[in-house]
């Protein structure tokens, strides 16, 4: 059974640091696509960050670019999301979301994260309140 579970969302003061994880079972995270999303209260959803290991393909959104990295474990099937000078604008609720590998490259070449749609398989996601 394919599962995501993200962990370490919390309330940090403006400026602040958190690190997300997403854990991994029933599949191995090293030979898919793995994107970052966030939903703010009455916002659509949207797509931050983006990896793949298989071709090295990375996207990061200009509003997260500089502040924010991805990083994966793969003996531990997890990636991670550092998360830096954080805004309140960050407020949201993370997902991360799993699917093929292309989806990586064709954000890194289009400058823009597909649809979230694209991504078949997604954690129950984890709140970030930045907020003094």
């Known amino acids: 059974q394919v599962q995501l579970v993200e962990s370490g969302g919390g309330l940090v003061q403006p400026g602040g640091s958190l690190r997300l994880s997403c854990a991994a079972s029933g599949f191995t995270l090293d030979y898919y696509a793995i994107g970052w999303f966030r939903q703010a209260p009455g916002k659509e959803r949207e797509g931050v960050i983006c990896?793949?290991?298989?071709?090295?393909?990375?996207y990061y959104a200009d509003s997260v670019k500089g502040r924010f990295t991805i990083s994966r474990d793969n003996a531990k099937n997890t990636v991670y999301l550092q998360m830096n000078s954080l805004k309140p604008e960050d407020t949201a609720v993370y997902y991360c979301a799993a699917d093929l590998p292309l989806l990586c490259t064709t954000a890194q070449a289009m400058g823009v994260m597909g649809s979230p749609a694209d991504f078949g398989s997604w954690g129950q996601g984890t709140q970030v309140t930045v907020s003094s």
């Open positions: 990896l793949s290991s298989s071709d090295g393909s990375t």
